[in-house]
């Protein structure tokens, strides 16, 4: 039992340091900003993933900067990736622009992963956990392991869990603009059925109108469609 506790206690501590998804909603003609703050030399790269999820055609300006310099830049786009170089420690601030929008608003949902120079995420958390914890330490006598293959279990966990997560949070997103996608075809779909109904029934009206005109002998319109 302790074992498990202590497993379950790096892997959420782990999660929480180095990832963050959300889900945020850009009003029509706003220009909304996001800060990831690096202050550990550990991170080498900032994984940045995002997709349009639901709003007008899906499509969003998206850009990141330090300082003055804008790394990414990107014009109306639905979906994007990009692994950005941190060259220096502070604030990387990420845009989302629907300025050109006047009356869609865009629901983005991004993620972000703090990478080593490995493309992993760091191991800040394992080197916190369990290297003079005695108590750990006997924990892994007992079941027969030592503290380091303990540890490497511990990272091959991890990176599977990640790509679980990565990919189980893309397949929500596609899910999500696919609905939004589908909702608005039927409610395009809905209105031309609409019109074309109107528009038949009225032809419909119009024509039984006309002939009837031609067999009544004071209807005006009758002796007009006669004479043409």
């Known amino acids: 039992m302790l ?8 892997l959420i501590s782990y999660i929480n340091t180095s990832e963050l998804s959300l889900t945020v909603e850009v009003p029509p003609g706003k220009f909304q900003c996001f800060f990831q703050t690096i202050n550990n030399h550990k991170h080498k790269h900032m994984e940045i993933d995002y997709q349009v999820i639901d709003g007008g ?38 845009c989302f622009d629907n300025t050109f929008s006047y009356q869609s608003r865009k629901v983005v949902f991004f993620e972000i992963y703090l990478l080593d120079e490995n493309g992993e995420i760091d191991e800040e958390v394992f080197e916190k956990h369990g290297q003079n ?4 330490q006997k924990s892994l006598d007992g079941s027969g392991l030592t ?33 939004a996608i589908m909702g ?13 109904t109107i528009v038949i029934i009225f032809v419909g009206c119009l024509q039984v109108f006309l002939i009837r005109s031609l067999f009544n002998e004071n ?10």
């Open 3 to 10: 074992l498990l506790l202590i497993i379950s206690g790096i």
């Open 57 to 94: 055609d899906l499509n969003i300006n998206f850009m990141t900067v330090i300082g003055a310099d804008v790394l990414v830049q990107e014009v109306s786009k639905k979906e994007g990736n990009h692994k950005v170089p941190l060259k220096t420690l502070g604030d990387y601030q990420f």
């Open 133 to 136: 914890d005695f108590d750990s």
């Open 147 to 179: 503290l380091n293959q303990f540890h490497k279990s511990l990272e091959k966990i991890k990176h599977f869990l990640n790509k679980i997560e990565y990919h189980q949070a893309l397949l929500r997103a596609y899910e999500s603009r696919d609905r």
């Open 184 to 196: 608005i075809n039927l409610s395009r779909v809905n209105l031309w059925s609409t019109i074309n």
């Open 219 to 228: 209807s005006k319109i009758g002796k007009l469609l006669k004479r043409t």
